[in-house]
């Protein structure tokens, strides 16, 4: 079976960095597209950042955090890791590592999803 495994949440001051990693398991996703989106209480799951499996264009991100976050994979060990720099309040979230069959996007409806690790950045 495939399992998502998301790490590396914790609680932060504002102006400071984190980074996620998610392990993958159950098939290898070389030609995916890899990314995350988050939740924050009260609000709808949000794209955050995704990496695509092709030459050319092959990340993008939210407006939101483009800038401060950086995604990359590592095909070797079947992990995405998001680097999430200059963290303020508003980043404060559940993150999900999220993988979809699709080479150009990754859907909301994404075919696979982690469990979720928290983010909570402090003022």
């Known amino acids: 079976q495939v399992q998502l495994v998301e790490s590396g949440g914790g609680l932060v001051q504002a102006g400071s960095s984190l980074r996620l990693s998610c392990a993958a398991s159950g098939r290898t996703f070389n030609s995916y597209t890899m990314g995350w989106f988050r939740q924050a209480p009260g609000k709808e799951r949000e794209f955050v950042a995704a990496s695509r499996p092709i030459s050319g264009d092959s990340t993008y991100y939210a407006d939101s955090v483009r800038g401060r976050f950086t995604i990359s994979r590592d095909n070797a060990k079947n992990t995405v890791s998001l680097q999430m720099n200059s963290l303020r309040p508003e980043d404060s979230a559940v993150y999900y590592c999220?993988?979809?069959?699709?080479?150009?996007?990754?859907?909301?409806?994404?075919?696979?999803w982690g469990q979720g690790t928290q983010v909570t950045v402090s003022s």
């Open positions: 999220a993988v979809d069959p699709s080479p150009v996007v990754l859907p909301r409806t994404a075919q696979y």
